[in-house]
């Protein structure tokens, strides 16, 4: 565990959107953070520390700053494609 990771520990148990947004930038999971903390303040806590987890062990699997983030708490290694899920999205065309 790295400093930063402490440092955004202590930013989650103060405002986990906060935490959720410096983990997934401006995405999908900020907007469930946030309508979770306003819902009540433990499920908030509880999305962004999984945030933070699946970050960890991305760091863990990939190395340190090999990965991007591809939503959902989802990463995948840098330079290869990004493989969307079959059905994914509104405009998935399937048949």
């Known amino acids: 565990m790295r400093a ?3 440092c955004l520990i202590i930013v989650t148990i103060i405002f986990p959107p906060a935490a959720a947004f410096f983990v ?6 900020l907007l469930i953070n946030i309508c979770l903390t306003i819902l009540g303040y433990i499920p908030g806590h509880i999305h962004a520390f999984w ?4 970050r960890m062990r991305a760091d863990e699997v990939y190395g340190r700053g090999r990965y991007i983030y591809v ?4 990463y995948q290694p840098v330079g290869e494609p ?3 899920h079959q059905g994914y999205g509104a405009t998935a065309s399937g048949a």
């Open 82 to 84: 990004f493989i969307a």
């Open 24 to 29: 997934t930038g401006c995405s999908c999971d």
């Open 51 to 54: 945030l933070i987890y699946r």
């Open 4 to 6: 930063s990771d402490v």
């Open 71 to 74: 939503g959902n708490g989802a």
